[in-house]
């Protein structure tokens, strides 16, 4: 291909090319998936510090954003390997914190086995609770812990799920693996309790409502883009019918 045609058809692909929609600041969603009207915060009577996975962070529906927006006091950091990561030390040392992760396996304490005064006893008198969570895959999560040494010191927790995941539009990998949003709303339903949060206020369900909102409005817009004739959707073999694959001679 000679260098002309190829900028006729450069030129023929921005014009009928797709056309990329403004995206809200805060949820990172096109106007008409924006869920910030559904967002209702609160105090859940801990502090929640959500390290998100660079690959996490560039997906629209990442529920660990969604959490930080319903979450007040609540941190939401970037990263993969937080060893030097200034803030999340800072959080680490806090005196008046005592920090604990949720992260399941055989050394983590599970709140669904634990009594009442138990889950009392987990945080020492005079600190605040501050839950470390890991949003990303399982697989972006244990690389994270293998490379963090500062995270792998802090005493974990978990629960056993009593019903599946409700995450529609994303596959999980296996039907009692909950998105990070569900996640922390049933630690907070499990020990809320004995951090002095009002559980029967069921205030905390404002995660589950917007995480559903968004859902249902996921599912529409996949079956709403199925309905539309094929030569409406927007396909990346546009590139190829317009010879713009390829090196340029």
């Known amino acids: 291909m000679d260098l002309q045609t190829y900028l006729s058809n450069k ?23 924006c869920y910030c ?15 998100i996975h660079p ?5 629209r529906i990442a529920t660990g954003r969604m959490s930080y927006l319903v ?54 008198q005079g600190k605040r609770l501050t839950l470390f969570v890991i949003d990303g895959t399982w697989a972006t999560a244990v690389k994270t812990i293998r490379q963090s040494t500062n995270l792998q010191t802090i005493q974990r927790i978990c629960f056993s799920p009593d019903k599946p995941s409700n995450f529609r539009v994303r596959k999980q990998p296996k039907s009692f693996c909950y998105s990070t949003i569900e996640a922390i709303h049933q630690t907070i339903e499990l020990v809320g309790e004995s951090l002095g949060f009002y559980i029967h206020s069921r205030r905390h369900d404002d995660l589950l ?41």
């Open 71 to 124: 979450l007040d006091n609540s941190f939401l950091i970037r990263g993969q390997d937080y060893t030097n990561d200034p803030e999340v030390n800072e959080l680490l040392q806090d005196p008046s914190r005592h920090c604990v992760m949720l992260y399941p396996g055989k050394n983590s304490a599970n709140l669904s086995e634990m009594s009442v005064s138990e889950k009392s006893e987990l945080v020492p």
């Open 37 to 51: 009207e559904h967002v209702k915060s609160f105090d859940p009577g801990m502090d929640v510090v959500i390290l």
């Open 55 to 59: 690959i996490e962070m560039k997906r």
């Open 209 to 249: 409502y917007v995480f559903d909102k968004m859902v249902e409005r996921q599912i529409e817009c996949a079956k709403s883009g199925e309905a539309k004739p094929r030569h409406l959707r927007y396909s990346r073999d546009l590139k190829k019918q317009l010879g713009l694959t390829g090196k340029v001679f």
């Open 11 to 33: 030129e023929k692909l921005k014009n009928t090319g797709p056309v990329y929609r403004e995206l809200c600041d805060a949820c990172v969603q096109p106007s008409f998936s």
